[in-house]
């Protein structure tokens, strides 16, 4: 499944490191993870349900939203699970 295929409503853009990702995604219903995957960037994880931190990324800045807000994995300061989040703005994120 690529981005091209999806209906869009925003456009975004991903920097990792020093690269940019332009992306449009349908926000409601695509993760950060899912978002990262079907471009092909690699990014560790395990459960995709918030429980096993596998997924943490640092968030440099941007805004984001969680699904759910009982996250039960720990995380460090400034860090977030890619699994459980969407997109509400441009991000700068370090995998």
Not at 6 to 31: A, G, H, P, R, V
Request: overall charge positive.
């Amino acid at each position: 499944m690529h981005l091209k295929n999806l209906k869009y409503k925003k456009k975004y853009i991903i920097q990792i490191i020093n690269k940019k990702y332009y992306i449009t995604i349908e926000q409601k219903k695509l993760s950060l993870l899912k978002i990262l995957l079907i471009n092909n960037i690699n990014i560790f994880y395990q459960c995709q349900e918030g429980y096993c931190g596998s997924c943490s990324v640092k968030l440099i800045h941007g805004k984001i939203e969680y699904f759910h807000k009982n996250i039960l994995s720990y995380i460090q300061p400034k860090h977030i699970l890619a699994c459980c989040c969407n997109i509400k703005s441009n991000i700068h994120i370090i995998i």
